[in-house]
Nanobody
Framework: QLQACGGGLVQAGDSLRLSCAAS????????VGWFRQAPGKEREFVAA?????????YYADSVKGRFTISRDNAKNTVYLQMNSLKPEDTAVYYC??????????????????WGQGTQVTVSS
């Protein structure tokens, strides 16, 4: 099970840090992705990181330069630091682990294990 937390209501330009923790299992050998879903829209890729701490990272163009994904395998936790938030970042954010554990895919269908989501609301 994955659990995402850290969401909230902020103003445009503010920052938030989301956390994704695994309970009952270690996902230190898994890539992890963050996705988001706004009302009426499909779930979209945000960022992904390979299994190793300090490993390769991938970002959607819409968040590149503003968001940073990182992980602390000793704490079994992945983070998403979100800076310079915009109203269009408003969504429920989900973390997920892929079916092929080493592959940090940008495609939601490649992920088999999902957290429950955390709401991020950015007001203008």
């Amino acid at each position: 099970q994955l659990q995402a937390c850290g969401g909230g209501l902020v103003q445009a330009g503010d920052s938030l840090r989301l956390s994704c923790a695994a309970s009952g299992w270690s996902f230190s050998s898994y890539a992890v992705g963050w996705f988001r879903q706004a009302p009426g829209k499909e779930r979209e890729f945000v960022a992904a990181i390979s299994w190793s701490s300090g490993g390769a990272t991938y970002y959607a163009d819409s968040v590149k330069g503003r968001f940073t994904i990182s992980r602390d395998n000793a704490k079994n936790t992945v983070y998403l630091q979100m800076n310079s938030l915009k109203p269009e970042d408003t969504a429920v954010y989900y973390c997920a682990a892929p079916r092929r554990r080493l592959v940090p895919s940008v495609t939601a269908n490649e992920y088999a294990f999902w957290g429950q989501g955390t709401q991020v609301t950015v007001s203008s």
